[in-house]
């Protein structure tokens, strides 16, 4: 099966491109002290269903909810709790896909809870230094390039600001299904790997660590944390790949 759509195909990832785009606002409006990870799920339900779209992580190999929500030292995959309670100074990956007219659309960022200036500066660089690596990726995404130039556009950004990569989720081809082929690591060398296309969509997520690359998973199948407990910052976006350059259908 060819990786590349069509124009028509695009037109469509754009709609939910943008429908996920305005959940993830809304629900970043929610990430306040003393708001807790199920409310976030909460409001995250609601603009999927406001969209007239379709969770595309609920039931996915058995995940329980429509939201990641991964707090601090919580890498990826955080389950959305009503006992998980948000605090100003925290920062929380906020990850949500979506299924629109049979198109999935993917996207992450993390955010400071509550006033940013609570933050600490180091924790305030993370997630600069992880935008900017995914500005970097997405600014690789062009015909002609290769996907070894993506990842090691991302790994150098993130690596030159004083961060490490986590080396064990990678980003992904995305559209008819919400993964497609290829894999994109947030690691590797310029040059290496297949030939970027006209028509691929890419979905860039670069996870990166404050410390230590290092991951373990919770007890409940699916969050991963960082093993030395230090903070770690997710940012994604999915990407196509046009004649006229990256085109990042998640962003407004
Ligand atoms: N953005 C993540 C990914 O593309 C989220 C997947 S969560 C899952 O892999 F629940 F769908 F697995
Ligand atoms: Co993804």
Redesign the pocket.
């Known amino acids: 099966m060819s990786m590349c759509k069509t124009p028509a195909e695009l037109e469509k990832m754009r709609r939910s491109g943008l429908a996920v785009q305005r959940v993830l606002r809304q629900v970043a409006a929610g990430a306040v002290p003393g708001a807790t990870t199920w409310d976030l799920e909460t409001l995250a339900d609601a603009a999927i269903r406001g969209e007239g779209a379709q969770s ?3 039931g ?2 058995g ?1 329980p ?1 429509v939201l ?1 929500a991964s707090v601090n030292d919580e890498i ?2 955080g389950i959305p709790s009503r006992k998980k309670l948000l605090r100003e100074g925290d920062v929380v990956s906020l ?3 979506v299924l629109l007219d049979g198109y999935y659309g ?3 960022l993390t955010v400071p809870v509550g006033d940013p200036a609570r933050v600490p500066g180091p924790v305030r660089r993370l997630l600069a230094a992880t935008q900017a690596a995914l500005d970097a990726g997405i600014a690789s995404a062009r015909v002609g390039n290769y996907l070894g130039d993506i990842s090691f556009a991302v790994q150098k950004k993130a690596e030159e600001e004083g961060f490490s990569v986590v080396r064990e ?1 990678v ?2 081809g ?1 559209g008819t299904h ?2 497609e082929e290829p894999q994109v690591p947030n690691y590797g060398q310029p040059g290496a790997g297949r030939r970027l296309r006209e028509g691929m969509v890419l ?1 860039i ?1 670069p996870m990166v660590n404050q410390g230590s690359p290092q991951v373990r998973l919770l007890e409940d199948g ?1 969050t991963a944390v960082t093993s030395d407990g230090a903070c770690s910052a ?1 940012f ?1 976006h999915t990407v196509a790949i046009t004649r006229d350059g990256p085109w990042v259908l998640t962003r407004a």
């Open positions: 595309a992580f609920r996915y190999r995940y909810c990641c990826v995959h990850d949500c896909g993917d996207s992450a989720f980003g992904h995305i919400l993964h979905c997520e699916w997710h994604e």
